[in-house]
């Protein structure tokens, strides 16, 4: 099972001292100067290495540092398993940490943990050294069942994710049986969620771009269809409606900014590559469209930049 591990960022921990007293000036000091930030009671990471993690990298460490210091065994789930899972999300990721309890034992939060009641024996679970976690599958449905459409579509997106290092996380049948078969609170959102998901969703910013698409009555595109550029390259486009030989790309910051992405080219060299990748494309389609994150903040700009280029609607403009 693929998880994402530690190490993340660099960490200090007051009970790792080697039973040296802490320098609780000296500690404030750091803290005062940026140097270091509290990300838990009692734990500390290097500011740099931290503004270095993606937030579900840091949202992961958060969970190690809960697992490492909790007394007990739990079961960790939602936002808490999907960051371990590599399972991406729309939107800010929380700083509380979410675990399942016994049903009669309630669901009261206290603090940083959030404790959802659930009947355990009904979960799908993967254990995780002496813990649990709700398995991908579990976790996207869980999700789902309480997010907005094109946030729960996001996670399932997600979890079946076909190029994912290591391939998909669940199938798309485990993800429909569990949001059809358990019956809590949800399970309208969650079914809806599972049957709209798709394994060909590369970003959370792409599934959230076919859920607009879908809402504001445009037709469905193709997804990663395949184009052979002039040098013989292959060019996968995001979207495309063959009928109207129009291609759509959601054009993500990450691949000028993320030195993984980046693969020690320039942000410059990554520009003109993809500058010279559009010109070809729009040579092999009648319509290209093209939009970016601020884009998707008001369906009526991905309205108007669809329908701008030619692509028809069966519904009118959204009013925002």
Sequence with gaps: MWLLEPPLATVFRRRENDGDPVNDRRLRRRIAEREIVRIARGVYVEAQSWSRLKPIARHAQLVWEAAARSQTECVFSHWSAAALHGIDILGRWPSGIDVCIEKPSGGRSSGTIRRHGRALADLDLVAWGRHHLTSPAQ????????????????VADQALWSKRPGGPLCEASTLLRLAHDQSERGTARAVRAAEFATELSDSVRESQSRVLISTMGFPPPELQTRFELADGRAAFTDFFWRDFRHIGEFDGIGKYRDPELLQGRTPEEVLLAE??????????CDAFSRWRTPDLASPRRLYDILNGAGLPSSKSRPGR
């Design 139 to 154: 976790t996207a449905i869980d999700l789902a069942r309480s997010l907005r459409f094109a946030e729960g579509a996001a």
């Design 275 to 284: 500058k010279d990748r559009e010109d070809d494309l729009r040579r092999r």
